[in-house]
């Protein structure tokens, strides 16, 4: 079981930039498939952004392609989101998730119910 706790979210102008993180409570190296996804009131949790273990593919949702990068730090158990070019639709609760590597990481971006395990969320909000 493994633990994961976001930060880096907060308040910020269209256009600008935020960089989230989620440290694990160990290690993740091709253990864990992780990803990040968001959720607004009222709506599903919707998948952002996967990366697999350890070949370091990424897979995005299209509505954030070209402008978020997800990676991974193994040395420091962290996955990161660099979110770039933000604009008001981007506003969410963003959270990250871990799914047991035991057949492959998913080679896209799986729906929220596909992961085991999941931080408490970190809030972007994005204003025009």
């Known amino acids: 079981q493994v633990q994961l706790v976001e930060s880096g979210g907060g308040s910020v102008q269209a256009g600008g930039s935020l960089r989230l993180s989620c440290v694990a409570s160990g290690s993740i190296y091709r253990r864990y498939c992780m990803g990040w996804f968001r959720q607004v009131p009222g709506k599903e949790r919707q998948g952002v952004a996967t990366?697999?273990?350890?070949?370091?593919?990424?897979y995005y949702a299209d509505s954030v392609k070209g402008r978020f990068t997800i990676s991974q730090d193994d040395s420091k158990n962290t996955l990161y989101l660099q979110m770039n070019s933000l604009n008001p639709g981007d506003t969410a609760m963003y959270y990250c998730?871990?799914?047991?590597?035991?057949?492959?990481?998913?080679?896209?971006?799986?729906?929220?119910?596909?992961?085991?395990?999941w931080g408490q969320g970190t809030q972007v909000t994005v204003s025009s």
């Open positions: 998730a871990a799914r047991h590597n035991i057949i492959g990481c998913p080679r896209r971006v799986p729906p929220s119910d596909e992961y085991h395990y």
């Open positions: 990366i697999t273990t350890p070949g370091r593919n990424t």
